[in-house]
């Protein structure tokens, strides 16, 4: 084994010794002592009763657009997820021994919103029931009429671009959804919804309920949801103010329809105002947490912490505050863009770049032990029956995600790569984001890859330009935006991002092979489905379609005073700020710490 660099040491030893991060338990002092105190059904442990009243200020990365619609984008639902009901979502009461929170659940975990009941009586039918008590806001154009299963059977029409909107262009992105091959959505009558399918589609059932797209806007603002000032919906806030890169707010919804499933006779939302700051500079976030100008930052809205130094130096500061690790992904992790012939083709190249770069080391020492270097492929391992545990890869393609810079070598040369006169093989690039990205530790892999005579320029732009250069293709070499060892809702979402064309990875990839082995599993059910999926995401990882970078938790922070969150990162796919009616504010605490 190679000695490891010297340099990357003396990094590890400059930092601050490793912190150990608290569980969200803290010490708020014996004035809140007195209080009374209930057992939280989903974690066993002893919370302050839920109040009403307050505001929760939270923190959003700024978002490269002024809308709330999510047929446009899912990432629209961080700005109207408060207002917005959906079919499903998990259930908030459920046992966290048996789901994470982040973004897979299994199916004992989803379970209705909208839907009161729900039904497949065959392979091809849908049927849901929606609750007769639920009402849109009070406000033109609706006026708080009653949600219909017609306003519902419109959404999905929509998204979809059949029935009353045949001719027009389906959605972009919707990736569980748009591929279930719907022949009809059809309200029966005004509370029931029936889904007609033209041939089985596996998980049909998840994505239907769950879909980060399926949203129950009203029909009457379809055409005015361009501005975010316009969304309405059934959800237990209204929106109040939408100013563009500053704030959202909204106020509580008097008319909500929904108990706490935790504490069923408390009426959701419990506080009066929710308000986002928008805030995509992480020292700015830190700086309004230290300053007790917001409640909470992190991946409730993708606003996490993202280095490990400034979280430790935070919680040295500041022990009061709740920290909560959260990974789904590998955040670390890049795409090789290889739909041109160049050095990155060759499979031989991409495995030398892995086997340059020691994750180990990484792990150890930039990242204080936290990370998880063991490589994964794009099927995480909440998806049991799909996911490839590394130790059963077969030992031959092991070898290429170990440290071994000489071997890397050898396999340059082998590829046709000498080193030049200048000790140079060859030059390319790699674009992160400069808002999300760690770029200490791609600053590392530059490092590396300059010792096996790889030349990479790093580029960093901001969250709004880096997603215009991923969806429209305009980037070289490799990028952060690939979707490795995800616990996604549905494999559209991981597994589907390596095929010709996936928004999501900029079209990184062009490979028949897997495209045509993708479409055959579109089209399989049952456990042929999970076998020909397990079969392809190792596929992916014999191909190195990817740069495997660590599983590195980033950081939800907290007030201490901000009651009933447990790390919880969303409740089904893209509900991220649909968690915060869930929450609420210890008011005798927030007081005396102020």
């Not at 079919?87 to 004992?108: H, K, V």
């Not at 806007?217 to 501005?227: M, N, Q, V």
């Not at 130094?309 to 992904?329: G, K």
């Amino acid at each position: 084994m190679a000695v490891r660099f010297t340099w990357i040491m003396a990094l590890a030893l400059a930092l601050v010794a490793t912190v150990t991060f608290a569980s969200g338990e803290s010490d708020t002092g014996a004035a809140s002592a007195e209080k009374e105190y209930v057992t939280d059904p989903s974690t066993g442990k002893q919370v302050v009763k839920p109040e009403f009243g307050g505001t929760i200020t939270g923190a959003l990365l700024t978002r490269p657009y002024d809308h709330g619609d999510t047929w446009i984008t899912h990432g629209a639902g961080l700005i109207a997820g408060p207002a917005m009901d959906k079919l499903g979502q998990a259930n908030w009461a459920i046992d966290r021994s048996l789901s994470p929170f982040t973004t897979y659940y299994p199916e004992n975990v989803v379970t209705g919103l909208l839907a009161e009941t729900w039904e497949n009586p065959d392979p091809l039918t849908y049927r849901y029931t929606i609750h007769d008590n639920v009402f849109f806001h009070d406000k033109p154009p609706v006026n708080g009429r009653q949600l219909t299963a017609d306003d519902v059977a419109a959404n999905y029409e929509r998204l979809l671009g059949i029935g009353r909107f045949a001719g027009q262009e389906p959605a972009a992105h919707s990736w569980g959804t748009k591929r279930i091959p719907m022949e009809s959505v059809t309200a029966i009558d005004n509370l029931t919804l029936e889904i007609k399918l033209s041939q089985p589609y596996a998980d049909t059932a998840r994505s239907l309920f769950d879909d980060c797209h399926i949203r129950a806007y009203p029909p009457e603002i379809f055409d005015s949801l361009h501005d975010a000032n316009s969304v309405i919906g059934t959800g237990p806030f209204i929106m109040d103010e939408f100013v563009s890169a500053t704030s959202i707010t909204f106020d509580k919804n008097p008319n909500y329809w929904r108990d706490d499933e935790k504490f069923p006779g408390n009426r959701l939302p419990y506080v009066d105002r929710l308000v986002f700051l928008m805030m995509s500079d992480e020292a700015t976030r830190v700086a309004a947490l230290r300053s007790r100008q917001i409640d909470i930052t992190g991946d409730l809205g993708t606003s996490a912490i993202r280095s490990i130094s400034t979280v430790a130096d935070l919680q040295e500061r500041h022990p009061e505050m709740h920290y909560w690790p959260i990974s789904f992904r590998s955040e670390t992790s890049l795409a090789f863009k290889m739909v041109e012939a160049g050095p990155l083709s060759d499979v031989r190249v991409r495995r030398a770049m892995q086997m340059a770069i020691d994750i180990e080391a990484i792990s150890d020492n930039y990242y204080r032990g936290l990370a998880k270097p063991q490589p994964w492929g794009p099927i995480g391992p909440a998806w049991i029956g799909y996911h490839n545990p590394f130790d059963t890869w077969p030992e031959e393609l092991q070898q290429y995600w170990v440290y071994d810079p000489e071997g890397a070598e050898r396999l340059l040369d082998e590829a046709g790569y000498p080193r030049g006169d200048d000790g140079t093989r060859f030059r390319t690039s790699v674009t992160v984001n400069g808002d999300r990205s760690d770029i200490g530790y791609h600053e590392l892999q530059v490092g590396y890859w300059k010792e096996i005579g790889v030349e990479v320029e790093l580029n960093a732009p901001d969250n709004a330009s880096h997603i215009g250069q991923i969806s429209s293709g305009e980037w070289d070499g490799l990028t952060w935006y690939v979707s490795v060892g995800a616990d996604y809702g549905n494999l559209d979402g991981s597994l589907g991002g390596f095929r010709a064309g996936a928004s999501f990875t900029g079209g990184a990839f062009n490979d028949p092979v897997f495209d045509a082995r993708w479409n055959e599993l579109q089209a399989t059910t049952g456990d042929e489905y999970r076998q020909m999926a397990k079969a392809l995401d190792l596929y992916v990882v014999e191909q190195h379609r990817y740069l495997w970078g660590p599983l590195v938790p980033s950081f939800t922070v907290s007030q201490p005073w901000l009651a009933g969150y447990n790390g919880e990162m969303q409740m089904g796919n893209c509900g991220w700020t649909e968690i915060y009616a869930r929450l609420w504010v210890d008011g005798q605490l927030k007081d005396e710490m102020n």
